[in-house]
């Protein structure tokens, strides 16, 4: 007997050809075809007499088949297929372009229902290329809401619904897992009722009330599992930072001696952390906030309290750049506190012992390490992969933590719950930081095992960065303008268009990019090419070498670094900027400006589409990642949002995110069960499920 678990070979009417294009799309099992949803649907509900159709409508029409034929046209080759159908009130011809086996299907004197666009032709009204069916049959791709798939080579949507109408039926072996009193308040469709409207909906009510109790079961799952993971790190113990007298004059010493004023959202964010760190469960906080709005320095005031408090601290970061970065940083701001700084990546290992800085080999590193005579440790995210062995961690600080997924950040949390040291019973605090802007209702989602603390607002006196359009005819002046920059000595950077499909064709237009300026534009420059397909080390060299300003301009594909620091460049360049986010196109615009001199971002655009310039001209006019983001949320949907894409969200969820509505329900929804019930053990069948999507994330 068929069930859920049926494997789509055992399935009839599906052939080896078909089970192969199936896997493509995912789909394994009976009851992945179930659940492989629609994306949208054909409104063909509206039936017409054949008199009453207008042209540009979309209609359905019920009819008999007066005549139909193939015929080959001679000047293009192709085959038409064309018919007339009729019914009382009068008759239409209809056609279609190279289908000719549809003559093999529809045959003259047949009944047939047609569903499409009205078109003008030669000889009066047309119906072009209607999906058609015979009357009398189910009534699966006409007259009706139509559901479209996403497809596959070889599995269109017409072969989908022919295949998962027959299995409908399994609908009613399908657990419903949502606890009942969820049900009743969210006055949610039942699974079985919910399934067959998402596939087959009476009417657009019924399609929207389908998609809201589907779409409510994956993101309340992820709420679930957001606050379960939440619940697991905070049922581990960490060591408690008491907020002392001595280390209130400490970090106001501190302050004392810095050559600006905290901002407001730094003030917070720190008061905050430092809340967290009283707790003996651990701290599990995220830092948001632009390029250049002063993440580190907060990150240093939490070193600071974890330091002078007796115990060790560790920065990680994506790159050995960035590690270096920090480890500068550090230094300067740490400069007469006699903290100990250690700088461990796969090509350095320094230490500085609170007055100067020098060489030491990597052993020599680990070992003080070890012996607790290193008080702050900054490295590489491979750094902790390599076990490092401390004395007493007490904080984690994890850099640009925005290019994980859910699950990644699993691992992360995993990998620092592991660090070794002499407290065993502990794991450190942990702070993550990122400058991808969320907006906050997408954070409480994507990040909702995270606490979450934003800067909003940048340190007085940054200096705007003139942001200019421009059309590709206009290329020619901006190459000279650079061309002057360059000859005062500045950098530039420029980026070359996503290509979403294909990475290697990303790395072939940056290369082209490449060629094209070294050899047309600016000979008599130094040009260096980036991209994803270089190894870390061929990366690392190229940045180091910009950084050095050993090349002028750096041309690089989308995928490089966030958060270098190279205050000599001055211009960002970006082609085909349309193709971008703002939120992404702000972050690029971040890495210039962070001298002292005025910068510049240009925004190459072949488009002429007034909405594509309307949209481009929001980063002229706001220097605002977070408001930036809440744009591009409402322009493009949360899917285009980088921080969520990568995030790992089944796509129901991923897709529901601009629905804060029903973000706040799934939130508050996960939060009462499990308040009451936070071992799950009342609801079986929910722990049963939240236990294989666990899986699942973990899995992939
Ligand atoms: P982020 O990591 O958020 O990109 P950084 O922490 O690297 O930003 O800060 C960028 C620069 O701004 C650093 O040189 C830092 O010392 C400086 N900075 C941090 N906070 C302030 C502030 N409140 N006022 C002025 N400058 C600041
Ligand atoms: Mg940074």
Known sequence: MTTLKTSIEKLPHIGPRY????????????GDLIFHFPFRYDDFSDFRNISDVGVGEVVSVKGEIVEIRNVRTRRRRMTLTEAVVEDDSGAIQVIWFNQPFITNNLKAGM???????????????????????????????????????????????????????????????????????????QDLLDMHEA??????????????????????????????????QRQKWQGQKAVEIKYSKGLEAEIKYFLEKLPFKLTDGQKIAIWKIIK?????????????????SGKTLVALLAVLAVVRSGY?????????????????????????TNIRIALLTGSESRFFDGREENDLTKEKIL?????????????????????????????????????????QRAQTQNEIADVEDVLKMTVPHLLSMTATPIPRTLALTVYGDLDLSVLNEMPKGRQKIITKLVASGNRD???????DEIKSGRQVFVICPLIEESDILEVKSATEEFERLSKEIYPDFQIGLLHGKMKPKEKEDMMKKFAENRINILVSTSVVEVGIDIPNATVMLIEGADRFGLAQLHQFRGRVGRGEYQSYCFLFTDSTSSKTHRRLKALIESDNGFDLAQKDLELRGPGELVGVRQSGL?????????????????????????????DLKKYPKLLKKIESFEKDVHLE
């Open 19 to 30: 089970v192969l294009c199936l896997k493509k799309l995912g789909i394994k099992t009976a």
């Open 111 to 185: 009944s047939v229902s047609l569903s499409g666009k009205v078109a003008f032709a030669k000889e009066g009204l047309q119906l072009s290329s209607p999906a058609y069916e015979v009357l009398g049959k189910s009534g699966l791709h006409t007259g009706r809401l139509v559901p479209v798939y996403h497809e596959t080579e070889g599995v269109s949507s017409k072969w989908l619904r022919a295949h998962i109408k027959p299995l409908m039926w399994l609908t009613d072996s399908i657990e419903e897992f949502l606890p009942a009193e969820v049900l009743e308040k």
């Open 195 to 228: 399934i067959r409207q998402i596939h087959f909906p009476e009417d657009t009510t019924g399609a929207k009330l389908a998609k809201r109790r589907l779409a409510f079961d994956e993101l309340f799952l992820v709420q679930l599992y957001m606050q379960r």
């Open 276 to 292: 967290d760190m009283e707790k003996d469960s651990p701290m599990n906080r995220l830092l948001e906030g632009d390029v250049g």
């Open 312 to 336: 060790q601290a560790l920065i990680m970061a994506p790159t050995e750049i960035l590690a270096r970065q920090h480890f500068a940083e550090s230094i300067k701001r740490f400069s007469g």
């Open 367 to 407: 070992s003080i390490i070890k012996k607790g005579e290193v008080d702050l440790v900054i490295g590489t995210h491979a750094l902790i992969q390599e076990k490092v062995s401390f004395k007493n961690l007490a904080l984690s600080v994890v850099d640009e933590q925005h290019r994980f997924g859910i699950e």
């Open 477 to 483: 002046n901006t190459y000279d303008f650079i061309r």
């Open 650 to 678: 089944p796509d129901l969820a991923m897709a529901s995110l601009s629905d804060s509505e029903l973000i706040q329900a799934t939130r508050e929804e996960a939060q009462i069960v499990l308040e009451k019930d936070p």
